[in-house]
T-cell receptor, first 112, second 114 residues
């Protein structure tokens, strides 16, 4: 089955700096890659996703890039703000008949 | 439209007991998945139900079971609880099983086993 590795496990940045979280997946046939943000005590919420036929997608201060050849994808947050502090999870799915497999998460702390 | 609803929000049980958790998906969603979240281990997949049938099952012992009703509501049962079962159990729903179907999570049930 699919396996997703996520790095780093913790990340601290100064407010206004950029943050990058990287994930690798094992099955080259995986073709949908969402990112979830989980604030303390709250549910994981989808913040951005990318499909395998797209190399990059942006939504305001967040962007996701996908390198299918290397089987890795990354989340980029620019101009970080304290409210960006949360745990971020990447995930990958092989097909509609398989479950979404998550990385172990990255705890991002934005220091004001 | 109401989101995914999980009850109860908190549970405290002792070893050896059993527990049942409930999940109501977003209206119109027919797929319900369950995940276990523990510190450092991320979100580990338990099982997925679609139209009352289990479609996928994760690598958990048989003490973990689930079911889905005709109204898409789902329950998860854990029998003979162990200390290691303490975790946040998250339910998530999606409208179908297509590759592009977005997964929406509930707030979870925090289970503590003493």
């Amino acid at each position: 089955g699919e396996n997703v590795e996520q790095h780093p496990s913790t990340l601290s940045v100064q407010e206004g700096d950029s943050a990058v979280i990287k994930c690798t997946y094992s099955d080259s046939a995986s073709n949908y890659f969402p990112w979830y943000k989980q604030e303390l005590g709250k549910r994981p919420q989808l913040i951005i996703d990318i499909r395998s036929n797209v190399g990059e997608k942006k939504d305001q201060r967040i962007a996701v890039t996908l390198n299918k050849t290397a089987k890795h994808f990354s989340l980029h947050i620019t101009e970080t703000q304290p409210e960006d502090s949360a745990v971020y999870f990447c995930a990958a799915i092989l097909s509609g008949n398989t479950p979404l497999v998550f990385g172990k998460g990255t705890r991002l702390s934005v220091i004001a | 439209k109401a989101g995914v609803t999980q009850t109860p929000r908190y549970l405290i049980k002792t070893r050896g007991q059993q527990v049942t958790l409930s999940c109501s998906p977003i209206s119109g969603h027919r797929s319900v998945s369950w995940y276990q979240q523990t510190p450092g281990q991320g979100l580990q997949f338990l099982f997925e139900y679609f139209s009352e049938t289990q479609r996928n099952k994760g690598n958990f012992p048989g003490r973990f079971s689930g079911r889905q009703f005709s109204n898409s509501r789902s329950e998860m049962n854990v029998s003979t609880l162990e200390l290691g079962d303490s975790a946040l159990y998250l339910c998530a729903s999606r409208s179908g099983t297509g590759i592009n179907e977005k997964l929406f999570f509930g707030s979870g049930t925090q289970l503590s086993v003493l």
